[in-house]
């Protein structure tokens, strides 16, 4: 007698194998709906293929081989991609137009040469017997003459230009700019010197007339190391643009700039570049690869392919102020009153000292040359001669970062800390900078 085998399944394998089941089918019904969109996708391509070439669509005409090589239609936007070159001559073209050239003249005398008779009053016959006569030089009137030339930028539709200083230097010559748009390259207008500024190197002139092309400024305080820089100038007063690419190279540079006849001035927060800058740009706009000014070049002499520029906020705040006030403000430094040297090892070993950094304050040479000015920050808050400034708001003072260089970054008025060495103790001094 056979006997039926009976198979008992417990309640959990019972619910695993519906488990599977269920896997199984939604995978297979998710392989399908996937076929299905994907030969719909097929069909409406190949429809559209062939309404597109005036066919009719119907089963004669139908292809499977044509069907399945259709694609479907995707809408992908074309990638456009721009080397630094193009990028490059895009910036010069939409620059160029607001580049313009500065050529000052001024009225010199002119003299003409005659000749005197010695004898004064004796009769001119006498004179003539023994064909004597002395040369003698006269003035005849003047003429004017070239000067210098430099290279400026309109920063407004109306006329406002940004030069350098030390272009227009000369408070007796007659400043004459050159346009370079597209509809009057070439044409000279007489153009009148609103303000200058010494500390910055900076000046702001102005021509009469409208609707000119104009260069933007961005913000430089954003600039890295190794971005690129473009200079545009007129090299060496020609009346044709001259253009140079590289790249930052420093920030926050110093440099000493002055016009002939004019005093030295010690420029700061510069920026270095390795493009070319010389005379005839000086004065020109400095671009970043958008055709924004960042900078305002300024030539130095003896410096190969090194060039600087003072950093595009500096020229935008002179250009806002003239053109609100009619002047450049005069900026307010923020004041210390100490006379100091930099400490390093060499010095911390010849005078034994406790530290090798630091701003060690002493007097000078003359009787005059005090370490610390009387009633200044420092004396009212206690400094002495000998002290050891070793930090400012927490930076420590070395020969990277100057004492000054850390107060300038302060305004007068403002409330900073000092970690000072005094008489074999380290405190902590807090002040408030004074105004130079």
């Given at each position: 007698?056979?006997?039926?085998?009976?198979?008992?399944?417990?309640?959990?394998?019972?619910?695993?194998?519906?488990?599977?089941?269920?896997?199984?089918?939604?995978?297979?019904?998710?392989?399908?709906?996937?076929?299905?969109?994907?030969?719909?996708?097929?069909?409406?391509?190949?429809?559209?293929?062939?309404?597109?070439?005036?066919?009719?669509?119907?089963?004669?005409?139908?292809?499977?081989?044509?069907?399945?090589?259709?694609?479907?239609?995707?809408?992908?936007?074309?990638?456009?991609?721009?080397?630094?070159?193009?990028?490059?001559?895009?910036?010069?073209?939409?620059?160029?137009?607001?580049?313009?050239?500065?050529?000052?003249?001024?009225?010199?005398?002119?003299?003409?040469?005659?000749?005197?008779?010695?004898?004064?009053?004796?009769?001119?016959?006498?004179?003539?017997?023994?064909?004597?006569?002395?040369?003698?030089?006269?003035?005849?009137?003047?003429?004017?003459?070239?000067?210098?030339?430099?290279?400026?930028?309109?920063?407004?539709?109306?006329?406002?230009?940004?030069?350098?200083?030390?272009?227009?230097?000369?408070?007796?010559?007659?400043?004459?700019?050159?346009?370079?748009?597209?509809?009057?390259?070439?044409?000279?207008?007489?153009?009148?010197?609103?303000?200058?500024?010494?500390?910055?190197?900076?000046?702001?002139?102005?021509?009469?007339?409208?609707?000119?092309?104009?260069?933007?400024?961005?913000?430089?305080?954003?600039?890295?190391?190794?971005?690129?820089?473009?200079?545009?100038?007129?090299?060496?007063?020609?009346?044709?643009?001259?253009?140079?690419?590289?790249?930052?190279?420093?920030?926050?540079?110093?440099?000493?700039?002055?016009?002939?006849?004019?005093?030295?001035?010690?420029?700061?927060?510069?920026?270095?570049?390795?493009?070319?800058?010389?005379?005839?740009?000086?004065?020109?706009?400095?671009?970043?690869?958008?055709?924004?000014?960042?900078g305002v070049n300024v030539a130095m002499a003896n410096a190969e392919n090194i060039g600087f520029a003072i950093a595009g906020n500096e020229a935008k705040r002179a250009f806002e102020e003239v053109k609100a006030n009619g002047k450049i403000a005069k900026i307010k430094k923020a004041f210390l009153g100490v006379r100091?040297?930099?400490?390093?090892?060499?010095?911390?070993?010849?005078?034994?000292?406790?530290?090798?950094?630091?701003?060690?304050?002493?007097?000078?040479?003359?009787?005059?040359?005090?370490?610390?000015?009387?009633?200044?920050?420092?004396?009212?808050?206690?400094?002495?001669?000998?002290?050891?400034?070793?930090?400012?708001?927490?930076?420590?003072?070395?020969?990277?970062?100057?004492?000054?260089?850390?107060?300038?970054?302060?305004?007068?008025?403002?409330?900073?800390?000092?970690?000072?060495?005094?008489?074999?103790?380290?405190?902590?001094?807090?002040?408030?900078?004074?105004?130079?």
């Amino acid at each position: 007698m056979k006997t039926k085998k009976i198979y008992n399944l417990s309640t959990g394998k019972l619910l695993g194998v519906v488990l599977v089941s269920l896997i199984v089918g939604g995978s297979l019904f998710y392989s399908g709906s996937q076929a299905i969109n994907w030969c719909s996708a097929k069909y409406k391509t190949y429809t559209k293929n062939l309404q597109k070439n005036k066919k009719d669509f119907s089963f004669k005409n139908f292809s499977l081989k044509e069907w399945l090589k259709a694609k479907p239609q995707q809408n992908i936007q074309p990638v456009k991609v721009v080397s630094e070159q193009s990028q490059v001559i895009e910036v010069v073209k939409k620059a160029s137009p607001a580049v313009v050239s500065i050529v000052a003249s001024a009225e010199v005398p002119t003299f003409e040469t005659y000749y005197q008779n010695p004898f004064g009053d004796i009769p001119d016959g006498f004179g003539d017997f023994f064909n004597f006569r002395i040369p003698q030089r006269r003035q005849n009137g003047t003429e004017e003459v070239k000067i210098g030339a430099g290279t400026g930028f309109l920063v407004s539709a109306d006329g406002y230009i940004v030069t350098n200083g030390h272009v227009v230097s000369s408070r007796d010559a007659k400043y004459v700019v050159y346009l370079n748009g597209d509809e009057d390259k070439g044409e000279k207008i007489e153009a009148k010197v609103l303000a200058r500024d010494p500390n910055t190197d900076l000046a702001i002139l102005k021509i009469d007339r409208d609707n000119l092309p104009y260069l933007e400024f961005s913000d430089s305080s954003k600039l890295q190391v190794g971005q690129t820089a473009i200079t545009i100038g007129y090299a060496l007063g020609e009346f044709d643009n001259t253009v140079s690419k590289g790249v930052i190279s420093g920030l926050s540079r110093k440099i000493t700039a002055g016009g002939f006849g004019e005093p030295s001035e010690q420029l700061k927060n510069l920026i270095q570049t390795d493009a070319a800058v010389n005379p005839g740009n000086s004065g020109g706009p400095m671009l970043d690869i958008e055709g924004n000014v960042i900078g305002v070049n300024v030539a130095m002499a003896n410096a190969e392919n090194i060039g600087f520029a003072i950093a595009g906020n500096e020229a935008k705040r002179a250009f806002e102020e003239v053109k609100a006030n009619g002047k450049i403000a005069k900026i307010k430094k923020a004041f210390l009153g100490v006379r100091y040297v930099i400490l390093n090892k060499e010095i911390q070993k010849k005078n034994n000292l406790p530290y090798d950094y630091g701003a060690l304050i002493i007097r000078g040479e003359k009787m005059t040359d005090l370490a610390v000015v009387p009633g200044s920050p420092a004396d009212k808050a206690g400094l002495m001669e000998n002290d050891i400034i070793l930090e400012v708001n927490g930076k420590k003072v070395n020969s990277r970062n100057q004492l000054a260089d850390l107060i300038e970054k302060y305004k007068s008025n403002d409330k900073i800390k000092l970690k000072v060495y005094h008489k074999g103790k380290e405190k902590t001094v807090e002040l408030t900078l004074g105004e130079k």
